[in-house]
């Protein structure tokens, strides 16, 4: 039975506007490093500096190796971790001159060097990059479940991050366009490499603005008693939920992974148009479906929402294979929209899951689930990462580095396909399949609500400890 005094605190907690603005600035910063990362990375290496793409599927395979081990491991540190700043807030606020760092240095390749030593600096600066992204961006997704109980709540915070995230992922992709060699000019890379110096910058501060801000709620590290590993360890790897959502997340990073790698593609070799409308194509109707994600969350619940957002993209990337150059803007225009499910839907099931954790282990664990669920989905993008230089390769595209520096474009028919292939049907149906497993997804209706008052009661009991100490 709860106390009295506890049962005071039976409410989901609500936040402020202001609060769901700050906490968005932290998704501009991640978003901001991460969508030039993924827009420029295989273009950079391969086309500009001409990194054989057996090096890059090289550099993939260690990358996707490191990824399987510093996800967990972070994961498991930051829910074990005890200071008066919480278990959270550290790690972020910490790393983020590290990350806006090892941003930097991926761009500053030595470029007349050799394929070792290209290999080896990308494959370096991959590798710390991608710890300092890894330990920001977990701790900020573990966040989320836990600054309130509320999906409604949740969702907000999410549609702001989302909102942000896009906005940052939309100016990856407009810096480099700015600033990358162009067909007919010079093919210098220094007004690059600087404005890649100003993006690990204001990333960097972006993210220690929102962790001045948020603060963690105290029964989550002064109340909870970290699990052994073990036990943490199969907690995680028996839940069914969780599982079911790993899966369908790894078709969507996999998607997100090929479609941000290959819209410079699509734009210069097939449409021949500048980037900036492709870019519109995707990034307005994704602006417009994430606050719409709120219409189908109440319509329709948290996981059917997002199998009726995942199906409406996959449909449309999937017909880029066949229609008509002109229709390919407006399957983007459909793709986007849908986009707004995973984006911003995600993060909420996720939540639902450490909710129902929760009352199976008695603590929080979100970092354990986000760590694992990077473990099984960050593969996604080195598969990308490697599927996209071997694509183009055997469909015999010709990179600018075999052809002076300048752009080719008198493509043979095959690579075209190759290119439409690996923005459309490809991750277009990796979309559909995810569909697919969510239709096993358990926390939906009764269940869910009872899950939901469960754990209203157990924070009850909680706060209500750290009172009475």
Same mark, same amino acid.
């Given at each position: 039975? &709860? ?17 769901? =603005? ?32 057996? /090096? ?9 190796? /490191? ?6 491991? *972070? ?12 278990? %959270?807030? #550290? @790690? ?5 001159? =590290? ?125 909870? $008693?970290?699990? #052994? ?10 839940? !069914?939920? =969780? ?39 995707? *990034? ?10 709120? /219409?189908? %969350? ?43 499910? #995973? ?16 009352? !199976? ?7 354990? *689930? =986000? ?36 752009? @080719? ?10 290119? !439409? ?11 559909? &399949? ?9 926390? !939906? ?6 899950? $939901?008052?469960?754990?209203? $009661? ?8 750290? %009172?009475?100490?």
């Amino acid at each position: 039975m &709860l106390s009295s005094a506890s049962t005071e605190t039976l409410a989901p907690v609500r936040l402020s506007t202001g609060y769901k =603005f700050i906490w968005g600035l932290a998704a501009l910063g991640t978003s901001l490093v991460s969508g030039t990362y993924g827009a420029l990375l295989p273009i950079f290496y391969q086309d500009y500096l001409g990194l054989q793409a057996r /090096w890059i599927g090289i550099a993939s395979a260690v990358y996707a190796i /490191w990824n399987a081990l510093n996800d967990p491991l *972070f994961g498991y540190i930051t829910d074990s971790t005890r200071s008066r700043l919480g278990r %959270r807030i #550290p @790690y972020m606020r910490f790393t983020a001159p =590290f990350l806006g760092l090892t941003f930097i240095l991926v761009w500053l390749a030595p470029t007349h060097a050799g394929q070792m030593a290209l290999f080896w600096w990308m494959l370096v600066t991959m590798l710390l990059y991608d710890t300092c992204y890894t330990i920001v961006g977990l701790v900020y997704s573990a966040l989320l479940p836990e600054v309130s109980e509320s999906d409604a709540e949740r969702n907000h915070l999410q549609i702001s991050a989302s909102l942000f995230g896009l906005l940052g992922f939309l100016l990856g992709f407009i810096i480099p366009e700015m600033f990358r060699p162009k067909a007919g000019t010079s093919p210098s890379f220094l007004p690059l490499q600087v404005s890649m110096v100003v993006v690990g910058v204001v990333s960097a501060l972006l993210v220690i603005a929102t962790t001045l801000k948020v603060k963690e709620r105290p029964e989550f590290y002064r109340v909870d $008693q970290p699990l #052994p590993l073990k036990e943490a360890l199969r907690y995680t790897f028996t839940s !069914r939920s =969780f599982l079911l959502l790993v899966s369908q997340n790894f078709m969507s990073i996999l998607m997100q992974a090929l479609v941000v790698g290959m819209l410079f593609y699509l734009a210069d070799y097939v449409l021949q148009m500048n980037a900036i409308l492709l870019l519109a194509c995707v *990034f307005i109707p994704l602006f417009l479906g994430v606050p719409a994600t709120s /219409w189908f %969350r109440r319509k329709l619940g948290v996981a059917g929402a997002q199998q009726t957002l995942l199906l409406i993209a996959g449909i449309a990337l999937t017909l880029i294979a066949v229609v008509p150059k002109p229709l390919i803007l407006v399957c983007l225009v459909v793709a986007g929209f849908g986009l707004a499910g #995973p984006q911003t839907l995600t993060n909420v099931l996720f939540a639902q899951v450490a909710d129902e954790d929760e009352l !199976r282990s008695g603590v929080r664990r979100e970092g354990a *689930f =986000f760590g694992v669920n990077a473990l099984l989905t960050k593969p996604a993008q080195s598969v990308a990462l490697a599927l996209i230089p071997f694509v183009l390769e055997t469909t015999g595209f010709v990179p600018r580095e075999a052809f002076g520096g300048q752009i @080719y474009l008198d493509q043979p028919a095959s690579a075209l396909l190759g290119i !439409r292939a690996l923005i459309g049907p490809i991750p277009g149906l990796a979309l559909i &399949l995810g569909a697919a497993i969510l239709r096993w997804f358990p926390l !939906r209706g009764r269940y869910l609500a009872e899950v $939901q008052e469960k754990v209203l $009661q157990l924070h009850a009991e909680k706060h209500a400890l750290i %009172r009475d100490s």
